[in-house]
């Protein structure tokens, strides 16, 4: 086995026949291909790139994929081992081979790590690539009279006269009938059965949509008929519309579309738990198949969509970040909702951004990519403000309502109860009296961030993180939201022995607690990670919510991403200030982000909202200009600060990240390497800035300490120049071996 050192998807000048060797990307760290022989039996589509196959390596058998075919190996055929088999009769869809080595290039990823990660577990494992199908058993112009003397059987062929589509054989033992009589029907001409695929089994035709479209209002019409322009070639679009302000509609008419023509529409959400929200409604709008990706099917199921996907069955898939790996038969448009979310980054393994490869991809395709947000992600509306994107607005909402503005609470020198200030009750109070909604938003988990002893002034830390442990009530324990380790709660202070224990500070369950002594006669809803662990819990919760009975929602930015909410008309956000000063330069555009994106689930249907943001920084001007002008106003302000700095989007970043148990293993390994760049820079004359190494913002991490190296260029070129040097100096060094490193590109976040 050797690496090579291309990546190319193919051999294009070889002569068929002339190959002797497979170049096939296997589940492994390293940055190189591996060659073999092929086996004796080939497959139907002969040997070509892109075929999955079982190889030995090392002590076991592992699937790859084929990448290349070459006439020769560095090493002597001897020493080359055979493919065990081929596991496919055809390639994997050029689309997702191309999708996959673009991101193993860009994100200075192994290819064959990066194609496990992109492929179902199903494929991983070599089991073939096919969905599960069902017999389904249809009825047969036939006389009636011939099955008098079977009664059994003439009642089973009248269920399946009503039935002309067919039934399962599932659904006929639920009316009690036997397979035996199922077959008997079949000998005798009765019945057939029509073998049809479990997932997006075409419509039986009639109309393209299952319920009207809505009408559009002015500026809606014109984004739409902007995407119409050009939906057969490359059309990026950021579509900015206040919340509330019907972008869904304009993803659904965009999709009607395409689908009139048979082209598919990749839909991505940024969590799993608006996908069933999402898929509803596309659902009740088209009978054209709509799918889903996300986490939380099972194997199968995710084999299922992937290939219905594959063969252009499904033609409006819906999912989360790794959905973008889907191939397309017939693709038509990307759509990325909520297009600034962090969670559409990847922060392990293959760190890629779902946002930027639907970019890469929509233009490798030549269709239409449209981005919607509220709050735009910085880069995307750089690129929107400098023409490279259409910039589309929408600034009404169907309610005639405007976005509620942000009114600033001064929390200095006040009294609170479960983190909320007096005139915040009262809020709520008004608006439970008038039959409404309230929504409080604490992104904290937990009973309280900290616990400590008022005698001694002992705290709480986590013996593994440079962090605070957080109190849990249900049930009872300390908690590090980090790195997950858990312990009981102290029944006196570890260091003095006083019983004067108390817990700082609010969290969800604190203020849940709160609110159901101050009104309790009102069901309070608390939505976080923790009470929605189990299966659909949230989707039930949400269900409960929508039937409009006053009530309390206490919530993280679960609730704060994109669900509807008709029956709120208040939001109170109990504290402001958690990212106005954090140490990493995106922190403001998040927090401001978080802020109007929360304070977007007020006022969305017949009645106006309010927003009550608590703050012990009413006089920050970046606060106070979100909260007079708005998200836009905010976002152009930080763009020249930006600018001037040169930092993203005017810019670009990569950051290495070099973890160990021991602090100077990390920080020697980190020091040599900026110094080995330095000096490769110098002499390369390549203008990019090394940066570092510095410690984490939490440097102690899961019992590892974690040190960075910031790469920064004026040029993508001259970024990624500098990142594959590095990747090839590391891999090649031996003190590398003995720490863990990674190299993220274009990071989200410093920490």
């Known amino acids: 086995m050797s690496d090579s050192v291309s990546a190319q998807p193919s051999s294009p000048g070889l002569p068929k026949g002339a190959f002797q060797v497979l170049k096939v990307a296997l589940p492994s ?35 790859g994929v084929v990448v290349s075919l070459a006439s020769g190996s560095d090493l002597p055929r001897s020493q080359l081992r055979a493919i065990g088999e081929a596991l496919d009769e055809a390639p994997l869809p050029s689309d997702w081979q191309w999708l996959c080595q673009f991101a193993a290039r860009y994100y200075q990823h192994s290819l064959g790590d990066t194609m496990q990660h992109a492929m179902p577990a199903r494929l991983r494992q070599g089991h073939p690539m096919a969905g599960r199908t069902q017999a389904l ?89 902007v995407l119409h322009e050009k939906l057969d070639g490359y059309h990026p679009c950021l579509l900015e519309g206040v919340t509330g302000s019907g972008k869904t ?37 088209f009978r054209v198949p709509v799918v889903a990706l996300h986490s939380g099917l099972t194997d199968p199921e995710r084999l299922d969509v992937w290939e219905a996907a594959a063969n252009g069955r499904a033609l409006v898939i819906i999912g989360t970040r790794s959905a973008i790996f889907t191939p397309l038969a017939n693709p038509g448009a990307i759509i990325v909702d909520e297009e600034h979310d962090g969670s559409y980054k990847q922060h392990d393994g293959l760190r890629y951004h779902a946002r930027d490869l639907a970019v890469a991809r929509a233009h490798y395709h030549g269709i239409p990519l449209l981005l919607g947000s509220a709050t735009p992600s910085f880069e995307s509306l750089q690129q929107a403000l400098t023409g490279a994107y259409r910039h589309l607005r929408l600034t009404q909402r169907p309610s005639r309502h405007p976005p509620a503005k942000l009114e600033l609470i001064d929390l200095r020198h006040q009294r609170r109860q479960g983190g909320l200030q007096p005139n915040a009750i009262k809020a709520i109070k008004s608006t439970l009296a008038a039959g409404k909604q309230a929504l409080i938003f604490i992104n904290r988990r937990g009973f309280a961030p900290s616990l400590a002893c008022h005698s001694c002034g002992w705290m709480a830390e986590c013996g593994q993180c440079d962090a605070r442990m957080t109190l849990h009530r249900q049930p009872p324990l300390l908690a590090c939201h980090h790195c997950d380790s858990r312990r009981a709660l102290p029944d006196a202070c570890p260091e003095c022995g006083s019983g004067d224990l108390r817990a700082l500070g609010s969290g969800t369950e604190r203020t849940e607690e709160t609110l159901q002594g101050l009104f309790p ?88 909202g309010r927003v009550l943001v608590q703050t012990l920084h009413p006089d920050d001007p970046h606060l106070g200009q979100l909260a ?25 970043m990569a950051l290495l990240r070099v973890e160990s148990p021991q602090e100077q293993a990390a920080l020697a390994l980190a020091q040599h390497a900026a110094q080995a760049l330095r000096q490769w820079l110098k002499d390369a004359n390549v203008p990019v800035r090394c940066l570092g190494p510095v410690p984490a913002p939490m440097e102690r991490r899961q019992n590892r300490y974690h040190i960075h190296v910031m790469i920064t260029a004026d040029k993508r070129s001259h970024r990624h120049a500098a990142a594959n040097w590095l990747v090839q100096w590391l891999e090649a060094n031996r003190e590398a071996r003995k720490v863990r490193w990674s190299i993220d590109i274009d990071p989200q976040t410093l920490a």
């Open 29 to 63: 760290p390293l940055r190189r291909l591996f060659d073999y022989l092929p086996a004796p039996r080939a497959p139907a589509c002969g040997w070509q790139p892109g075929l999955r196959v079982r190889v030995p390596f090392g002590r076991r058998d592992v699937v």
């Open 137 to 225: 058993w249809l009825p047969l112009p036939n006389d009636e009279t011939a099955l008098a003397r079977a009664p059994k059987q003439a009642e089973l062929y009248a269920l399946l006269r009503q039935h002309p589509h067919g039934l399962p054989g599932r659904a006929v033992s639920a009316h009690g009938f036997t397979r035996e009589q199922l077959l008997a029907l079949q000998k005798k001409g009765f019945i057939q059965p029509q073998e049809i695929t479990l997932t997006a089994a075409q419509p039986t035709g009639g109309s393209l949509l299952a319920s009207p479209s809505l009408p559009l209002n002015r500026e809606q019409a014109t984004a739409l008929s």
């Open 249 to 285: 509609e304009i993803y659904l008419q965009l999709i009607e579309a395409l689908a009139a023509k048979g082209k598919q529409s990749l839909v991505l959400v940024p969590e799993i738990g608006l996908t069933p929200q999402t898929l509803a409604r596309f659902k009740s709008r």
């Open 628 to 652: 007079e002008h708005g998200y836009g106003a905010l976002a152009r302000n930080l763009l020249e600060e930006r600018r001037i700095a040169k930092l993203p989007p005017f810019c670009f």
């Open 521 to 608: 006669d009102t069901t309070v809803h608390r939505i976080d990670r923790d009470s929605t662990r189990k299966k659909e819990s949230f989707e039930q919760v949400l269900k409960e919510i929508q039937r409009g009975e006053p009530c309390l929602l206490v919530g993280t930015q679960m609730l704060a991403k994109g669900h509807h909410l008709p029956h709120v008309t208040l939001v109170v956000v109990v504290n402001a200030d958690g990212g106005l000063y954090a140490a990493d330069f995106r922190a403001l555009e998040h927090s401001a982000q978080l802020l109007e994106q929360v304070a977007g689930r007020a006022g969305r249907a017949a009645h106006p």
